[in-house]
C-alpha cells in the first residue's frame, strides 16, 4: 500500500534526534489530534482534543479538559492512551502512545492558558472544571511526505509514463522514549 522508509531509531543517537526534531516540527502544525481511551465496557473511545504544549525531551503533551468529562473518568480507569495527530493534505501523521493523568497545577494552568480556551472554560482560569491532562509519551511514530518536490515528481512520472499517481509516504519512524 504506503512505500516507507522505515528507521529503526532505537538504536544510533543522531538518528534519534533527528526523528524527535522532524516530530517536533510535525506537532508544531498538527495541534489537534484525537485522543483514545479505554472506557468501563473496555471500548475504545476517541475524542478531538487541542494541544497546549509538549516536551519531547521530558517525554510530555499537555492538553486541558473539563474535569467532569468521561476521558478523565476513563484515564482514572485505565491510564493508557493513544493520541493521533494527522494532516492527510501534506501526508504527514504522528500518533503517540503513553499514560495519561490528570493534574490540578494552577501554575502550570496559568503557564499554558490562552484566551481562545475560554469557549470550553467561560470562567477562565476560575472556571472549577478546569483541569490539565498531561501525557507520559512511551512511544512516537510518525509518517511524514511533506515534501512537495517528492509529491511532484511522483505526480509527473505518473503523468508522462500513463501509470496511475500511487502517493507513498517517504519516511516513517518510531521513538521510544520509555527509557
Not at 481511551?37 to 487541542?50: D, F
Not at 521530558?58 to 468521561?70: H, N, S
Not at 501509470?163 to 518510531?174: A, D, N, Q
Request: glycine share 6%.
Amino acid at each position: 500500500m504506503f512505500n516507507t522508509n522505515d528507521k529503526d531509531l532505537s538504536q544510533a543517537p543522531e538518528i534519534r534526534e533527528e526523528s524527535l526534531g522532524k516530530i517536533e516540527r510535525l506537532l508544531k502544525v498538527i495541534k489537534a489530534g484525537m485522543l483514545t481511551t479505554i472506557n468501563s465496557k473496555q471500548e475504545l473511545c476517541s475524542r478531538p482534543m487541542i494541544l497546549q504544549q509538549f516536551d519531547l525531551q521530558a517525554g510530555e503533551l499537555w492538553f486541558f479538559t473539563g474535569r467532569q468529562t468521561g476521558k478523565v473518568f476513563d484515564i482514572e480507569k485505565d491510564s493508557r492512551v493513544n493520541i493521533a495527530f494527522a494532516s492527510p493534505g501534506s501526508s504527514s501523521f504522528v500518533s503517540v502512545y503513553g499514560a495519561a493523568e490528570i493534574v490540578d497545577d494552577k501554575q502550570k494552568e496559568k503557564e499554558l492558558w490562552n484566551p481562545a480556551l475560554l469557549a470550553w472554560f467561560p470562567e477562565g482560569l476560575k472556571d472549577p472544571n478546569l483541569v490539565l491532562l498531561c501525557v507520559k509519551i512511551n512511544s512516537v511514530e510518525y509518517w511524514d511526505s511533506s515534501s512537495t518536490f517528492v509529491q511532484i515528481v511522483g505526480f509527473t512520472k505518473a503523468l508522462l509514463t500513463g501509470e496511475t499517481y500511487k502517493p507513498s509516504l517517504s519516511e516513517h519512524g518510531r521513538v521510544n522514549l520509555n527509557m
